[in-house]
């Protein structure tokens, strides 16, 4: 009895070790200012809630807090609150690819978001930071996004602090041990603009339109092939300026049919995750 004892002390020794060594691991991606520009031809809404550097990601931080992980996303402006559910115009998509494996997941992203994700990166989880009220966004989700839903996972809590937006995510609902380890997932962090009165086939985002408005942004196409993603991290996420024209050249690698609500005849852009350096 009394090495029976022994063995399961052992066994917990091990568990308690192995989920307090990966607990405090954090990553930082940087991302260089003034490409909130989508492709590059973007151009804000008129209206003046949408402040100059509201959707120009400056950094994102991952870090492992135990039994859950801290989103971190940096702008460039500070987050605003006034007719917004919780602030005004942020909604960010972090997307997660546990496993490296290729078309091991979904290479679709959330409808709307008009990208697809490389299948060298096909991802598991995605990460849906907006500011509206949890039915809204499942309602959103039951009626936009139901072959996704399982994947899509809303953080347990979302804090607003000046130019960032910290998010709280149980590792339990992203189906992972607490011995996770964050430094080996390739991660795809996308800004976007929220609405409550998306188009019929968008999870709560802003279109982007060929020419700018009261709050749509210019720059894109009429048709719904075009990304309305504004800004987001790539390739080794060093915040180096080469990274500007990478994320150009990314999503401007798309064509659009001339219809905003068919989208059958739309080539979208592929996006590649970033991944820490080992």
Known sequence: MGNKKVFITLILIVFSFSSFLFAGEKIEFKDPKGDDKGPGVYTYPTNPIYVAGSFDI??????????????????????????????DVHQVQIYLDFDKVKDSGHTETIPG?????????????????????VPKINGEIDLKAAHLKEDIVLPSKIKPIGKSLKA???????????????????YGVLMLSATGFPG???????????????????????????????????????????????????????????????????????????YPKQ
């Not at 978001?113 to 009220?133: G, M, S």
């Not at 719904?224 to 150009?248: H, L, R, T």
């Open 113 to 133: 978001t008009q990208v697809l994700v490389d299948p060298e990166n096909a991802w598991e989880k995605v990460i849906f930071i907006d500011p509206h009220t």
């Open 200 to 274: 019929n086939w968008c999870v709560l985002m802003r279109r982007v339109n060929e020419y700018q408005g009261d709050h749509r942004f210019g720059g894109g196409a009429d048709g719904a092939g075009d990304p309305n993603v504004a800004d987001m991290i790539v390739d080794n996420g060093d915040g180096s300026e080469d990274e500007i024209q990478i994320q150009y050249d990314m999503l401007s690698n798309y064509e659009s049919g001339m219809d905003p609500e068919e989208t059958e005849d739309d080539k979208l852009a592929v996006i590649k995750l970033v």
């Open 58 to 87: 400056t950094s994102a931080t991952i870090e492992d807090k135990g039994d859950k992980i801290e989103f971190v996303v940096k702008f460039a402006a500070p987050v605003s609150f006034n007719w917004g559910d919780y602030w």
């Open 168 to 186: 709280t995510v149980q590792k339990a609902d992203l189906g992972i041990g607490d011995d996770a380890d964050i430094n080996d997932w390739g």
